[in-house]
């Protein structure tokens, strides 16, 4: 028993462990690399999270309602996205096509089990967020490097490489000016809600078990500014706000030291706003000002948006509604993720709206059913971690703050844009956000049968 509490059970525990971490940073570093056998492209992050979920298929997970609650919403909406691809097929695309991408999103399900099973043991807890920083900090100096013009061709390689991404024949890179920061993830949107919904477990470590000497706590808070800042590098807006939203959580429910961090973001972005040039050829700050003035031009114009981009998110809270309550079919089946090979022509069975946001694209994709269970599973992910209570600890504090916090970035890319649904890697890491809440609730809440971390109480 000592063992299993102090040390890895089995060498398969082992192998599942290192399995899971490769995944995981493949997922935050490099989601797009891939090879194509007969032209079918198999992403590395897949394989590695099948395999993950084959080498830790027979450890137990931790008993107790709540777990067994999740564990059913998300088997549920497994199947609901089963139930929908195969109506992609019918109405959409080729049935091959189809299956593929049923399979991409099993897999991101079967990496996100495998790293609940391990994230819930102490013993191989620590490796998996020390893996989350490695992999956030990597694509963070991605994007300040391919942001900032005098840096740029330090990462073109890697940016023009087939293998790491698809769209390396479209990259440019020989402006002289500043750009938005791009990384192996993907485009300036999607990177800037990986990094803003990341930054609170870089910031906080959530139950690290580090002395003050280590690495990991005395270069603390430079990987966090370098992870807040690689996601103000893509200058997204929905970065920025996603960015003050964790930090508002961590001012209110963070321990003294992630308040300091917090505080210590808050000012430097307000310095770096202020002093920096605004006709830098460096810099893009003038692009926050820009869009953030159609957005709120357009709320004062009663939803008469100049740009499609403000229109469409707009629009996404209407239409994907009333679409719905014509159709009531569209609630339990939906149309399903053609990943933009649609060979069948459907227009009148199949709705043609915005859905620029998690929950409209889900309706859109899984049906109404499935957007109701996520966001179920979501939201009682957070509030299962339960109230701070007086005598919690200050690594308790922070540990559930820290899931506060990412879960509060992280909606505010849910509210803005779908790839968190419509992208596999997206939707993966949407699903390792909920299964990391889960392990801390774990490890914090003593109703389930595997514990390993008592650190509830103060001196614990």
């Not at 210590?264 to 926050?288: E, F, G, Q, T, W």
């Not at 309706?363 to 109404?368: D, E, I, K, L």
């Amino acid at each position: 028993m000592a063992r299993q509490t102090r040390g890895f059970a089995s060498t398969g525990q082992q192998r599942a462990l290192l399995a899971v971490c490769a995944a995981v940073f493949m997922l935050l570093a490099a989601p797009r690399a891939r090879i194509g056998p007969a032209g079918i492209p198999v992403y590395l992050f897949d394989v590695l999270g099948v395999l993950a979920f084959a080498l830790a298929y027979t450890l137990p997970y931790p008993t107790g309602a709540f777990i067994r609650r999740a564990k059913n919403l998300f088997a549920a909406f497994m199947v609901l996205i089963l139930i929908s691809q195969i109506n992609c097929a019918v109405l959409l695309t080729s049935t091959t096509n189809a299956a593929y991408m049923a399979a991409r999103y099993v897999s991101s399900g079967m990496l996100a089990v495998a790293f609940y099973k391990l994230a819930a043991r102490r013993e191989s807890f620590d490796l998996l967020i020390k893996t989350i920083i490695a992999g956030s900090c990597f694509s963070a100096a991605f994007s300040i490097l391919s942001s900032l013009p005098f840096t740029r061709s330090l990462i073109e390689p890697l940016l023009r490489a087939d293998f790491l991404n698809p769209a390396a024949k479209f990259v440019r890179l020989d402006s002289q000016y500043a750009m938005r920061g791009n990384t192996l993830i993907g485009t300036s949107t999607i990177t800037a809600g990986f990094l803003a919904s990341m930054w609170p477990i870089v910031a906080c470590m959530p139950l690290i078990a580090a002395g003050p000497s280590s690495v990991w706590n005395r270069f603390r808070g430079a990987m966090a500014a370098l992870v807040a800042f690689g996601a103000l590098a893509t200058y997204s807006r929905g970065g920025l706000v996603a960015l003050g939203a964790a930090c508002a959580v961590l001012l209110v429910k963070g321990s003294v030291k992630t308040r300091r961090t917090s505080t210590a973001l808050i000012v430097a972005v307000c310095a770096v706003a202020y002093m920096a040039p605004k006709d830098s050829d460096a810099l893009m700050i003038d692009r926050y000002d820009k869009r953030f003035g159609a957005m709120i031009d357009g709320v004062r114009a009663g939803g008469q948006f100049e740009s499609s981009n403000e229109a469409g998110r707009f629009q996404s809270y209407i239409y994907p509604f009333l679409w719905v309550l014509d159709h009531p079919e569209a609630a339990i089946m939906g149309y399903g993720n053609d990943a933009g090979k649609r060979t069948k022509f459907n227009r009148g069975t199949v709705p043609w709206y915005d859905s620029h946001a998690l929950v409209p694209r889900t309706m859109y994709q899984f049906g109404a059913v499935a957007a109701v269970i996520l966001v179920w599973l979501l939201t009682s992910t957070v509030t299962g971690l339960g109230r701070q209570r007086a005598g919690d600890s200050e690594a308790s504090t922070q540990a559930s703050a820290s899931i506060y916090a990412m879960f509060a970035a992280a909606s505010i890319w849910f509210l803005v844009g779908h790839a968190a649904i419509s992208t596999t890697r997206g939707f993966t890491l949407t699903m390792i956000m909920i299964a990391l809440a889960l392990a801390v609730r774990t490890h914090l809440r003593p109703d389930s049968a595997i514990l390993g971390l008592g650190v509830r109480a103060k001196g614990g």
